[in-house]
């Protein structure tokens, strides 16, 4: 076994590893995953999230033993790093990692539980969200912001900012899903435009997005910043239809088999 606890929760290290030796038979499942599994337990009065993330096939097992950390390493040492940043995540309380013969075998990413009002998803799927764009031009200068700092979060899609209001018109945001990103120095503005290409299909949303980002981003215009974005998403969109249309396809060939 390998763990790292937060010193916040070091009294509470025998129940953190109590809870994930009973993650299979114990807890509430949160959400639908397909991939990890996500369930909710009690820890001294505290809702805590522990995500289990799928057992990796023989050749993974053998790099995240020996050459590459691991996801629950990983987004434990993420969240860590974007608190230090000031960038909103629910606070990390360990990771624990299972190995056998082969290597690693389950791990684990535990955090907080944080209940919010809605995530990105919400303002795409009902344009007339109460305050839809205060939140979403919020939401841009978040994104500004993780820029600014130079972190690309690889997985900024719609389901990965959870937004909660703290006071009328204001809210904050929070970053999960943490174990893909990279760091840099600075961002030059086609990494920027790329990152955030999976956000929405919407070009209303888009033109509202530009807007904001060009109140901040003094070297485009708003004309350049919303071109680019929007030829981000294009490109992006498109990419992801024909592989949801190839998925079908081996599907169709694999029943027709």
């Given at each position: ?10 009294s509470?290290?025998s129940?953190?590893l ?26 001294d ?26 996801k ?26 299972n ?10 990413y ?6 919010t009002?809605l995530t ?7 344009p007339?969200?109460?305050?839809g ?15 600014e ?45 790329h ?41 992006f ?5 024909r ?7 081996l ?7």
């Amino acid at each position: 076994m390998n763990f790292r606890i937060s010193p916040v929760f070091i009294s509470s290290i025998s129940s953190v590893l109590g809870i994930t030796r009973d993650f299979n038979t114990a807890g509430t499942i949160f959400g639908n995953g397909q991939r990890n599994i996500i369930k909710l337990f009690e820890l001294d009065g505290k809702t805590i999230n522990i995500k289990s993330f799928k057992v990796p096939n023989l050749i993974n097992k053998v790099v995240y033993r020996f050459f590459r950390k691991s996801k629950a390493e990983r987004s434990y040492e993420y969240a860590t790093f974007l608190l230090s940043k000031g960038i909103g995540t629910p606070e990390p309380i360990a990771f624990v990692e299972n190995y056998n013969l082969l290597g690693l075998n389950d791990s684990y990413y535990v955090s907080e539980h944080l209940v919010t009002e809605l995530t990105y998803r919400e303002l795409i799927l009902i344009p007339d969200y109460p305050d839809g764009d205060n939140i979403l031009r919020q939401f841009t200068r978040f994104s500004f912001d993780l820029h600014e700092k130079g972190i690309e979060f690889l997985d900024h899609s719609p389901g990965n900012t959870l937004i909660k209001k703290v006071a009328e018109g204001k809210y904050e945001f929070f970053l999960v899903d943490l174990n893909r990103m990279n760091f840099h120095e600075s961002m030059n503005f086609e990494q920027r435009m790329h990152n955030l290409r999976r956000l929405t299909p919407e070009k209303e949303m888009i033109a509202v997005m530009s807007n904001e980002y060009s109140k901040l981003y003094m070297d485009k215009s708003e004309a350049e910043i919303f071109e680019q974005m929007w030829a981000q998403t294009c490109d992006f969109q498109e990419k992801f239809a024909r592989k949801h249309r190839l998925k079908k396809k081996l599907k169709f060939w694999k029943k027709a088999a």
